[in-house]
């Protein structure tokens, strides 16, 4: 028997870590290069930001393409985070609307420091310091839009905190994730801007309700209740009920 409860509880650990492993996209990026410039620009830009975590710095990797670099926000153990916020020490700097977040982006250009400086400050809201709107990310972590933003936090009294680091994986059916300090988090529960779309049978999340007998994603009560259950969790913000689906 006991033999029996040993292999019962080596299968539950294994089981458990290969879940969490599917649960989780590992996102940290290590800048190897990155340097203060003396340009107005910079200083004017950093101080637009009111707050970052105590002891973290700011810097540029000159090496980023789509502009003369990118804002890094070093924190104080050393860990980098790019922001995806093109640096330019001059405002009319060249910038690529489709690698970076340019601070003149109409004219496709860094802009004022001011400028680049308002980028970082919509950089600071999520756990990661990435700018929610950074073209290289869309695809895979779509930013909820403020009407849903503010949606989740009516129907489930969570804060800004929770809504401003949702994003939706739009490359697997709408699974919407949850953007912590170094990894994406599946949370197991689906999206669609449509309450009566079908859920797809081939798919790694749950959807939140049922019409004529078919599962589909539901009202945004019901996927923002279902969402709060899930990033409420301790360990791992995956939704509960889960049930193997990841």
């Not at 028997?1 to 040993?6: G, K, V």
């Not at 994003?167 to 059916?173: A, H, R, S």
């Amino acid at each position: 028997m006991t033999d029996c409860n040993s292999a019962y509880e080596t299968c539950q650990e294994d089981l458990t870590e290969a879940t969490a492993s599917e649960s989780v996209v590992d996102k940290y990026d290590l800048v190897e290069s990155c340097s203060i410039p003396g340009a107005a620009a910079f200083q004017t830009a950093i101080d637009t930001v009111d707050s970052i975590p105590e002891g973290a710095s700011w810097c540029v990797d000159f090496d980023a393409a789509g502009s003369d670099g990118e804002f890094v926000l070093v924190l104080e153990d050393g860990s980098t985070y790019r922001t995806c916020v093109a640096y330019g020490w001059s405002k009319t700097i060249s910038c690529d609307n489709d690698q970076l977040m340019c601070g003149d982006s109409d004219n496709d250009q860094t802009g004022y420091g001011g400028q680049q400086g308002d980028r970082l400050v919509a950089a600071m809201v999520r756990n990661d310091f990435k700018h929610p709107d950074c073209p290289s990310i869309q695809d895979e972590c779509e930013p909820w839009t403020g009407w849903w933003q503010g949606r989740f936090e009516m129907f489930t009294g969570l804060g800004s905190e929770y809504s401003q680091n949702v994003c939706v994986n739009t490359l697997n059916g709408g699974h919407i994730r949850f953007v912590e300090q170094n990894q994406w988090v599946n949370t197991c529960v689906g999206y669609a801007e449509s309450y009566s779309v079908v859920c797809p049978n081939d798919r790694d999340f749950a959807c939140s309700k049922m019409v004529d007998g078919l599962l589909v994603y539901g009202y945004p009560s019901d996927i923002s209740k279902m969402l709060a259950s899930a990033l409420q969790q301790q360990d791992l913000k995956v939704h509960p009920q889960c049930a193997g689906l990841l």
